[in-house]
């Protein structure tokens, strides 16, 4: 069964640190860019970074740039989203997607997306 389950997501207070992870069953990372997206409630799904092992990266979001950190370990078929000095903005639904062989730009000029997670909730407040 081909899936991709995020997990990490909680509660955190402004100034917290969060780890994301993005693991993938079913197939292999390696070829694919992983994008993280984020909705919050009543706004738009943004892209907010992309790791590829095609045209390198990663790629942020200009709001995270400096703060968050995607990485992949390839022996772990993992993907993570590590978020730092986080702020209350941050708060939103988080997926991982793959897609075969794309560029990252395709994260925010879409489409993107062969594969979606769930969603982890991750909410930034004191």
Request: hydrophobic share 30%.
């Amino acid at each position: 069964q081909v899936q991709l389950v995020e997990s990490g997501g909680g509660l955190v207070q402004p100034g917290g640190s969060l780890r994301l992870s993005c693991a993938a069953s079913g197939f292999r990372l390696d070829y694919y860019a992983i994008g993280w997206f984020r909705q919050a409630p009543g706004k738009e799904r943004e892209g907010v970074s992309c790791i590829s092992s095609s045209d390198g990266g990663p790629y942020y979001l200009d709001s995270v740039k400096g703060r968050f950190t995607a990485s992949r370990d390839n022996a772990k078929n993992t993907v993570y989203l590590q978020m730092n000095s986080l702020k209350p903005e941050d708060t939103a639904v988080y997926y991982c997607a793959a897609s075969f062989r794309l560029e990252c730009s395709r994260v925010w000029v879409g489409p993107f997306g062969d594969y979606w997670g769930q969603g982890t909730q991750v909410t930034v407040s004191s």
